[in-house]
T-cell receptor, first 112, second 117 residues
Framework: TQLLEQSPQFLSIQEGENLTVYCNSS?????LQWYRQEPGEGPVLLVT?????EVKKLKRLTFQFGDARKDSSLHITAAQPGDTGLYLC????????????FGAGTTVTVRA | GAGVSQSPSNKVTEKGKDVELRCDPI?????LYWYRQSLGQGLEFLIY????????KSGLPSDRFSAERTGGSVSTLTIQRTQQEDSAVYLC???????????????FGNGTRLTVT
């Protein structure tokens, strides 16, 4: 059973379109991280959100942490083929902040 | 290279054989983590090291799994009597110090893809 549920599991869009990936849990986290993973490589950290209600923007990517610290979303504006990859969210618990709990990921494909 | 290095990148083994997976962390990183990524599932925590000690081994799936770290650097994950359900990508990560807050992010290697036939 995944502690963090990600949706959708797969997403295929045309270049220039927008997309949103969701990460939900019944657990409260001290912070939440988003990673992108490309085939044959390890995950690469994109962002850490630490405050309930926080919104962080990195160029065309917008990350939001829910007020209750149980959910998060990743929004990509005007997606490009280079955004293609597996997007993973990971929660950091209050008690064991060295142990990340990962969602199963959302595979995003951006068609040129 | 400056990143986390894992070897081998791919390993195919027969059921019942032992395998050893190696991780060379970023120089100076004191914390080292092992995760397992199975198809269609998220990363699963296995074990972490602070220096050479492993305070939390709770994620190791069974007593067939063990890990050690020597000299505060290289780590090996050993799986004895491999089973087909052990097939997965084994990822190693290191960080400057313990903790996953934004001030001590994890740097992952490219993993070892283990296939047990």
């Amino acid at each position: 059973t995944q502690l963090l549920e990600q949706s959708p599991q797969f997403l295929s869009i045309q270049e220039g379109e927008n997309l949103t990936v969701y990460c939900n849990s019944s657990s409260v986290f001290s912070s939440l991280q988003w990673y992108r993973q490309e085939p044959g490589e390890g995950p690469v950290l994109l962002v850490t959100v630490v405050t309930g209600g926080e919104v962080k923007k990195l160029k065309r990517l917008t990350f939001q942490f829910g007020d209750a610290r149980k959910d998060s979303s990743l929004h990509i504006t005007a997606a490009q083929p280079g955004d293609t990859g597996l997007y993973l969210c990971a929660g950091v618990s209050w008690s064991n902040d060295y142990k990340l709990s990962f969602g199963a990921g959302t595979t995003v494909t951006v068609r040129a | 290279g400056a990143g986390v290095s894992q070897s081998p990148s791919n390993k195919v083994t027969e059921k019942g054989k032992d395998v050893e997976l190696r991780c060379d962390p970023i120089s100076g990183h004191t914390a080292l983590y092992w995760y397992r990524q199975s198809l269609g599932q998220g990363l699963e925590f296995l074990i972490y090291f602070q220096g050479n000690s492993a305070p939390d081994k709770s994620g190791l799936p069974s007593d067939r799994f063990s890990a050690e770290r020597t000299g505060g650097s290289v780590s090996t994950l050993t799986i004895q009597r491999t089973q087909q359900e052990d097939s997965a990508v084994y990822l190693c990560a290191s960080s400057p110090r313990l903790g996953t807050a934004s001030n001590s992010p994890l740097h992952f290697g490219n993993g070892t893809r283990l296939t047990v036939t």
